[in-house]
């Protein structure tokens, strides 16, 4: 469980939060928690998605139970440091989609003094590390790992299986591509579908 630290204006103090995990185990949820607890302190707070993430909303963070907080959808992750003004605190959802620059971006603003708060896939559907996501968590100094069910068995998932044979990596989709695995059953399903093909 992640507890924010206080927060001393005078000594102002940047550091990154991730918030990672497979899809439908919670983590936009957790970031637009507390990103809405930093507004509640009346911390200046900005957030950012990639632009090309429209599957609920063009301008708001959506999680899967419907909560939603106001973003700017921005190209790359260079416009992140261009936006980000005056801001104590910076939210990035989806942050896998980004570039290989947001890590650097997120090392900048935490080095400014901003606390950042990336939520994002630490892997793809093929079970690799995904984007930018390895270089983030290896600078962060805070990483919530959360767990989606596995819809085989119950066990915690930590994978994201793709239903359909499509092999892009970056292929939008919710439960009707995606689907949350256990270990056991990713492991199972692969070898059932190698065997298939």
Request: negative net charge.
């Amino acid at each position: 469980m992640f507890l924010e630290n206080p927060v001393d204006p005078a000594s102002r103090r940047g550091w990154i939060e991730v918030i990672t995990g497979s899809m439908f185990s919670g983590k936009t949820e957790e970031l637009i928690r507390r990103l809405k607890r930093a507004r509640i302190a009346n911390q200046r707070v900005e957030i950012f998605k990639p632009m090309l993430d429209v599957r609920y909303s063009e301008n708001e963070v959506v999680s899967h139970d419907s909560n939603a907080i106001r973003s700017t959808p921005v190209a790359g992750s260079g416009n992140i440091l261009l936006l980000a003004g005056d801001v104590e605190v910076v939210g990035i959802d989806e942050a896998q989609f980004f570039d290989r620059g947001l890590a650097d971006v997120c090392n900048q603003l935490a080095n400014s003094g901003i606390r950042v708060i990336v939520a994002g896939l630490d892997m793809d559907f093929k079970g690799k590390p995904f984007g930018p996501m390895p270089d983030i968590l290896a600078m962060a100094e805070y990483i919530t790992k959360v767990h989606a069910v596995c819809v085989r068995c119950g066990n915690l998932a930590q994978y994201s299986h793709r239903k359909s044979h499509d092999d892009q990596v970056l292929l939008l989709g919710e439960k009707e591509l995606y689907e949350p695995l256990c270990r056991r059953c990713y492991n199972l399903r692969e070898e059932t579908e190698e065997k298939s093909n």
